[in-house]
Protein backbone atom coordinates (compact mmCIF):
# COMPACT_ATOMS: atom_id res chain seq x y z
CA UNK A 1 0.00 0.00 0.00
CA UNK A 2 1.42 3.52 -0.88
CA UNK A 3 -0.31 6.45 0.80
CA UNK A 4 -0.04 10.16 -0.17
CA UNK A 5 -0.86 13.09 2.53
CA UNK A 6 -1.48 16.09 1.15
CA UNK A 7 -2.78 19.74 2.58
CA UNK A 8 -1.21 20.98 4.87
CA UNK A 9 -0.09 24.83 4.71
CA UNK A 10 -0.25 27.48 6.54
CA UNK A 11 -2.52 28.71 8.68
CA UNK A 12 -3.06 31.50 11.56
CA UNK A 13 -4.56 30.29 14.90
CA UNK A 14 -8.00 29.55 15.31
CA UNK A 15 -8.41 28.32 11.57
CA UNK A 16 -8.87 25.02 9.78
CA UNK A 17 -7.32 22.60 7.69
CA UNK A 18 -8.14 19.31 6.21
CA UNK A 19 -5.39 17.04 5.64
CA UNK A 20 -5.94 13.78 3.25
CA UNK A 21 -4.37 10.70 3.14
CA UNK A 22 -5.05 8.69 -0.33
CA UNK A 23 -4.07 5.42 -0.80
CA UNK A 24 -3.19 3.18 -3.47
CA UNK A 25 -2.10 -0.40 -4.52
CA UNK A 26 -4.06 -2.47 -2.19
CA UNK A 27 -7.39 -3.16 -0.70
CA UNK A 28 -7.78 -0.16 1.43
CA UNK A 29 -10.89 -1.00 3.60
CA UNK A 30 -8.83 -3.88 4.81
CA UNK A 31 -6.30 -1.96 6.93
CA UNK A 32 -6.80 0.48 9.79
CA UNK A 33 -5.48 4.01 9.79
CA UNK A 34 -3.67 6.41 12.06
CA UNK A 35 -2.90 10.32 12.17
CA UNK A 36 0.74 10.92 13.82
CA UNK A 37 2.90 14.15 13.90
CA UNK A 38 6.20 14.96 14.58
CA UNK A 39 7.99 18.12 15.69
CA UNK A 40 11.91 18.37 15.16
CA UNK A 41 13.81 16.23 18.01
CA UNK A 42 10.43 14.64 19.35
CA UNK A 43 8.92 11.38 18.72
CA UNK A 44 6.29 10.87 16.41
CA UNK A 45 2.70 11.65 18.43
CA UNK A 46 -0.36 9.75 17.88
CA UNK A 47 -3.17 11.73 16.84
CA UNK A 48 -6.24 10.15 15.62
CA UNK A 49 -7.33 6.40 14.12
CA UNK A 50 -9.85 4.89 12.18
CA UNK A 51 -10.64 1.39 12.33
CA UNK A 52 -11.47 -1.31 8.72
CA UNK A 53 -14.43 -0.14 7.00
CA UNK A 54 -15.45 2.92 9.53
CA UNK A 55 -15.55 0.77 12.12
CA UNK A 56 -14.59 3.29 14.69
CA UNK A 57 -12.46 6.27 15.54
CA UNK A 58 -10.16 7.30 18.82
CA UNK A 59 -8.50 11.03 18.68
CA UNK A 60 -5.42 11.98 21.16
CA UNK A 61 -7.46 13.44 24.17
CA UNK A 62 -5.41 16.32 24.37
CA UNK A 63 -7.02 17.42 21.42
CA UNK A 64 -9.98 17.49 23.05
CA UNK A 65 -12.36 17.18 20.00
CA UNK A 66 -10.68 19.78 18.03
CA UNK A 67 -9.79 17.37 14.99
CA UNK A 68 -11.68 14.54 13.25
CA UNK A 69 -10.97 11.62 11.57
CA UNK A 70 -12.96 10.49 8.59
CA UNK A 71 -12.15 8.10 5.73
CA UNK A 72 -14.09 6.79 2.05
CA UNK A 73 -13.53 3.48 1.15
CA UNK A 74 -14.63 4.16 -2.31
CA UNK A 75 -12.12 6.79 -2.79
CA UNK A 76 -9.41 5.37 -0.80
CA UNK A 77 -8.92 8.55 1.09
CA UNK A 78 -9.04 9.45 5.13
CA UNK A 79 -9.06 12.94 6.00
CA UNK A 80 -8.33 14.81 9.17
CA UNK A 81 -10.29 17.49 9.60
CA UNK A 82 -8.34 20.26 12.42
CA UNK A 83 -10.19 22.75 13.67
CA UNK A 84 -9.12 25.68 16.69
CA UNK A 85 -5.43 25.39 15.72
CA UNK A 86 -2.69 26.85 17.83
CA UNK A 87 0.25 27.01 17.25
CA UNK A 88 1.68 24.02 19.27
CA UNK A 89 0.13 21.68 16.55
CA UNK A 90 2.79 23.00 14.45
CA UNK A 91 4.36 19.79 12.72
CA UNK A 92 4.48 17.52 10.24
CA UNK A 93 1.41 15.07 9.98
CA UNK A 94 1.91 11.65 8.63
CA UNK A 95 -0.90 8.77 7.96
CA UNK A 96 -0.26 5.39 8.40
CA UNK A 97 -1.92 1.89 7.58
CA UNK A 98 -2.19 -1.36 8.98
CA UNK A 99 -4.01 -4.22 9.56
CA UNK A 100 -3.09 -5.89 12.82
CA UNK A 101 -4.59 -4.65 15.86
CA UNK A 102 -2.74 -3.80 18.49
CA UNK A 103 -2.09 -0.68 20.48
CA UNK A 104 -3.44 2.05 17.41
CA UNK A 105 -1.36 4.99 19.21
CA UNK A 106 2.22 3.10 18.94
CA UNK A 107 4.09 3.75 15.34
CA UNK A 108 5.00 -0.21 15.54
CA UNK A 109 1.44 -1.13 14.93
CA UNK A 110 1.51 0.49 11.37
CA UNK A 111 2.88 -1.33 8.33
CA UNK A 112 2.49 1.71 5.51
CA UNK A 113 3.41 5.28 5.92
CA UNK A 114 2.99 8.22 4.22
CA UNK A 115 5.63 10.72 3.26
CA UNK A 116 4.15 13.66 5.46
CA UNK A 117 3.11 16.88 4.76
CA UNK A 118 3.60 20.15 7.21
CA UNK A 119 1.16 22.19 8.90
CA UNK A 120 2.26 25.69 10.23
CA UNK A 121 0.33 27.43 12.87
CA UNK A 122 1.12 30.89 13.38
CA UNK A 123 0.18 33.03 16.19
Known amino acids: VQLQASGGGLVQAGGSLRLSCAAS????????VGWFRQTPGMEREFVAYIGKADSGTYSAEFLKGRFTISRDNVKNTVALQMRRLKPEDTAVYYCAAGSATRDVTQTGTYDYWGQGTLVTVSS
Open 25 to 32: GGTFRNYH
